[in-house]
């Protein structure tokens, strides 16, 4: 249980263009969702919190207006990367929480998305 | 502020011998910790959290991890290293006050784990 999909694997688009990224829960409903963004090597930074039906909470830095977060549903979180540049290159995970209690804070992971922009 | 640290790089041992990876954290209240392991361009895969209760902590593939309260501390451990073992580890936390209403975890910068045969 608790398998989180993400779609595309890898993608390669070209400067100036969006990409949207897609992040599923399969066999439970997420309350919260997560995106992050790895550098290789590096740990994982978090850029945005999103909950079901509200507004994603953005961590300091991360540009709202240049990744736009939907959470459309209990199962599906979208994140587009609007007018890509190449420094926007990087490794993209999402993470799904299954609950709201103290005790359900693990957090499960997608298989990430390799983003090139050329 | 709430951090988490991982002291070690990159952690080499043999196959068969046993592991330890080291995470200390900095929370104010309880503390929740986990430790989740990513393999090459995969995503992180949960091994084990520590939420309340007993201090040491069982997880998959054999792992296991110790909370120490005085030490702040929650090194993770395998008795016997499996060379399949090699990957990227993660230690993590959520503290109290504001993060932990909606969950989010803190990281520490990750310990490359090399088990030679």
């Known amino acids: 249980g608790a398998v989180v999909s993400q779609h595309p694997s890898r993608v390669i688009c070209k400067s100036g263009t969006s990409v949207k990224i897609e992040c599923r829960s399969l066999?439970?409903?997420?309350?919260?969702m997560f995106w992050y963004r790895q550098f290789p090597k590096q740990s994982l930074m978090l850029m945005a919190t999103?909950?079901?039906?509200?507004?994603?909470?953005?961590e300091q830095g991360v540009e709202k207006d240049k990744f736009l977060i939907n959470h459309a549903s209990l199962t599906l979180s979208t994140l587009t990367v609007t007018s890509a540049h190449p420094e926007d290159s990087s490794f993209y995970i999402c993470?799904?929480?299954?609950?709201?209690?103290?005790?359900?804070?693990?957090?499960?992971f997608g298989p990430g998305t390799r983003l090139t922009v050329t | 502020a709430q951090s988490v640290a991982q002291p070690e790089d990159q952690v080499n041992v043999a196959e068969g011998n046993p592991l330890t990876v080291k995470c200390t954290y900095s929370?104010?209240?309880?503390?929740?910790l986990f430790w989740y392991v990513q393999y090459p361009n995969r995503g992180l895969q949960f091994l084990l959290k520590?939420?309340?209760?007993?201090?040491l902590v069982k997880g998959s593939y054999g792992f296991e991890a110790e909370f120490n309260k005085s030490q702040t501390s929650f090194h993770l451990k395998k008795p016997s290293a499996l060379v399949s073992d090699s990957a990227l580890y993660f230690c993590?936390?959520?503290?109290?006050?504001?993060?932990?209403?909606?969950?989010?975890?803190?990281f520490g910068q990750g310990t490359t784990l090399q088990v030679k045969p």
């Open positions: 993470s799904a929480r299954v609950g709201n209690s103290r005790s359900s804070y693990e957090q499960y």
């Open positions: 066999d439970f409903q997420a309350t919260t």
């Open positions: 999103s909950n079901e039906g509200s507004k994603a909470t953005y």
């Open positions: 929370v104010s209240g309880n503390p929740y």
């Open positions: 520590y939420i309340t209760g007993d201090n």
């Open positions: 993590a936390v959520v503290g109290s006050g504001g993060s932990s209403n909606t969950g989010k975890l803190i």
